[in-house]
């Protein structure tokens, strides 16, 4: 019987460093797959968040050599241009701009469509976005509107509308529709301001 125990002892012992050795061996095993994935996705290029001077250098010289076409509406077919009365057009929003560091002309997003200065959009002509100086001056772009024939001046975030000749912040406009749709329960269709909510 003690040589069953010594027998068993000596049999629990060696399950034990068999244990131990699994349990070294499967360590083992995780720490050469997290090195080889490690070594592997240092060899993998995840590319860099900011551009090296001569991939900004291309991408500056691709921005200057296409620009953005600009969108003219089509014109009349047939139809005598004189003879129609002038139609305004809808709501103009000024939703934003980006700048441009070379100079060349800024892109901005009217009624939500980007478009580059000096262009003409559904009957309205963009002008120049005018810099101001100063601590609290915003940047504002000029427009004109043929068919009236007036001349005005938004910054980003603002709306003008041709009928009846207003210019409004947008967040204003919002929050009037809010308040109709709270009052009516509908938003009111009859006027479109080209803000999509």
């Not at 720490?31 to 290029?45: P, R, T, Y």
């Not at 010289?61 to 305004?88: C, F, H, M, T, Y």
Request: with cysteine; glycine share 6%; proline share 5%.
């Amino acid at each position: 019987m003690k040589l069953a125990f010594k027998n068993l002892a000596a049999l629990l012992l060696n399950l034990k460093n068999f244990t131990v050795l699994l349990l070294n061996i499967k360590n083992l095993t995780l720490v050469l797959i997290c090195l080889s994935s490690a070594q592997a996705a240092s060899n993998e290029d995840f590319g860099r968040l900011f551009s090296r001077p001569a991939e900004r250098a291309k991408l500056d010289s691709l921005r200057q050599n296409q620009a953005l076409k600009p969108l003219v509406p089509a014109e009349s077919q047939g139809e005598d241009i004189d003879a129609l009365p002038a139609v305004l057009p809808a709501p103009i929003t000024l939703q934003g701009y980006v700048k441009r560091s070379d100079g060349s002309k800024s892109t901005l997003w009217i009624n939500n469509q980007p478009v580059q200065e000096d262009t003409t959009i559904n009957d309205v002509e963009i002008g120049k976005l005018n810099q101001r100086l100063g601590t609290n001056a915003k940047d504002s772009l000029d427009i004109k509107i043929p068919a009236n024939g007036k001349r005005i001046r938004l910054k980003a975030g603002q709306m003008y509308e041709p009928e009846t000749n207003q210019i409004k912040e947008l967040r204003t406009v919002e929050k009037e529709k809010r308040l109709n749709l709270q009052e009516t329960g509908e938003i009111n269709s009859n006027h479109d301001d080209g803000i999509s909510e």
